[in-house]
T-cell receptor, first 116, second 110 residues
């Protein structure tokens, strides 16, 4: 399978715990995006990387959230001191290249986080 | 928050019927994307539109980029049970992040 993969698919945690999610983009896709989706809503942008550089962060990304893409390949999203409001689907997407006219992003299956 | 207005929010149709949904924005964009999402899964790209007035088909799906560049519609012809899901329009801001509509939930009665 050469699509975007995410692990774990589901995570249940207690309030106050830290969680980390992983995303493996499509090979050679240099842009990687994180989105959050709550029930009944469309995905909302969190942050994106071009290679290993984090180029933009949404105001939704509080200081409890941190994302990395150390080698320009896979990425991790960590949430510290989780709150019940963090419960959501966390989606990762990747895109082939920067610039140009082709802006198609391909999504992974998501990680469903439930904070008790 | 969301900046795209997608309608209708939900649709209940009979199998075999045609479906039409649309998306509008107060701003001009250079790309419209249509995605379908099944429960518990990530969105799957259906159609991408890049030029005002562009009409693109993908099997039974047809989408158009509005001439004003502020709207787009998606049509599904002869619906089948596997068309059930949530359809999202999305546009790009600065060729970077996507902004999504609220989604149209499609339910098909057998």
């Amino acid at each position: 399978d050469t699509g975007v993969s995410q692990n774990p698919r589901h995570k249940i945690t207690k309030r106050g715990q830290n969680v980390t999610f992983r995303c493996d983009p499509i090979s050679e896709h240099n842009r990687l995006y994180w989105y959050r989706q709550t029930l009944g809503q469309g995905p909302e942008f969190l942050t994106y990387f071009q290679n290993e550089a984090q180029l933009e962060k949404s105001r939704l990304l509080s200081d409890r959230f941190s994302a990395e893409r150390p080698k320009g390949s896979f990425s991790t999203l960590e949430i510290q001191r989780t709150e019940q409001g963090d419960s959501a689907m966390y989606l990762c997407a990747s895109r082939l290249r920067a610039g140009g006219t082709y802006n198609e992003q391909f999504f992974g299956p998501g990680t469903r986080l439930t904070v008790l | 928050g969301q900046q795209l207005n997608q309608s209708p929010q939900s649709m209940f149709i009979q199998e075999g019927e045609d479906v039409s949904m649309n998306c509008t924005s107060s701003s001009i964009f250079n790309t419209w994307l249509w995605y379908k999402q099944d429960p518990g899964e990530g969105p799957v790209l259906l159609i991408a539109l890049y030029k005002a007035g562009e009409l693109t088909s993908n099997g039974r799906l047809t989408a158009q980029f509005g001439i004003t560049r502020k709207d787009s519609f998606l049509n599904i012809s002869a619906s089948i049970p596997s068309d059930v899901g949530i359809y999202f329009c999305a546009e790009t801001q600065g060729a970077q992040k996507l902004v999504f509509g609220q989604g149209t939930r499609l339910t098909i009665n057998p």
